[in-house]
């Protein structure tokens, strides 16, 4: 099994352009979430999801959107780049049920100029 | 709103020292209580501690949850400097399992 994988690694943007992070598991887990790490704030959640077609919110959700579609897929997506949203994203997925055990992928490294 | 607190942020210890990191909380209806670790990259898993298993051991690592006191201590014994490393706490409630709340972390670096 690959685990949870992302792409890009490392993305560079200008202020107001728009991107996808991508994030893909094959471990067939109901849960995925983005979370966003910022130096001295740890990880912060930006939205969830408990299967696919249902997301929700987490405690940074402005400034994007996300969607499910399939069980294995859960892009993020950046409508108008802020300088704000620089930052290290991570992707994570967990198998549900009695466990909380989040399995992260390696990260995206944005910069918004 | 759940909320996660470490200490200390950083520490310094020689490489064969033991070192105690500690994370309190403040969670509405606590489900468990994990630890992570993270290097330059993504957070690793360390542990998962719940109201049936409040104590977990690994080789030199070892964690308990105080579900009274609301805290959990994880213990790094012998260190090396493989050790050094960002470890983190976070807590799940209730709710669903996507919502962890993390702490900001403890930064430790083992020294030779």
């Known amino acids: 099994n690959a685990g949870v994988t992302q792409t890009p690694k490392f993305q560079v943007l200008k202020t107001g352009q728009s991107m996808t992070l991508q994030c893909a598991q094959d471990m067939n887990h109901e849960y995925m979430s983005w979370y966003r790490q910022d130096p001295g704030m740890g990880l912060r959640l930006i939205h969830y999801s408990v299967g696919a077609g249902i997301t929700d919110q987490g405690e940074v959700p402005n400034g994007y959107n996300v969607s499910r579609s399939t069980t294995e897929d859960f892009p993020l997506r950046l409508l108008s780049a802020a300088p704000s949203q620089t930052s290290v994203y991570f992707c994570?997925?967990?198998?549900?049920?009695?466990?909380?055990?989040?399995?992260f992928g390696p990260g995206t490294r944005l910069t918004v100029l | 709103e759940d909320k996660v607190v470490q200490s200390p942020l950083s520490l310094v210890v020689h490489e064969g020292d033991t070192v105690t990191l500690n994370c309190s909380y403040e969670v509405t209806n606590f489900r468990s209580l994990l630890w992570y670790k993270q290097e330059k990259k993504a957070p690793t898993f360390l542990f998962m501690l719940?109201?049936?298993?409040i104590e977990k051991k690994s080789g030199r690592l070892s964690s308990i949850l105080d579900k009274k006191e609301l805290f959990s201590i994880l213990n790094i014994t012998a260190t090396q400097t493989g050790d050094s490393a960002v470890y983190l706490c976070?807590?799940?409630?209730?709710?669903?399992?996507?919502?962890?709340?993390f702490g900001t972390g403890t930064r430790l670096q083992v020294t030779l």
């Open positions: 976070a807590v799940g409630n209730t709710g669903t399992a996507s919502k962890l709340t």
């Open positions: 719940t109201s049936s298993g």
């Open positions: 994570a997925s967990t198998r549900g049920g009695s466990t909380d055990t989040q399995y």
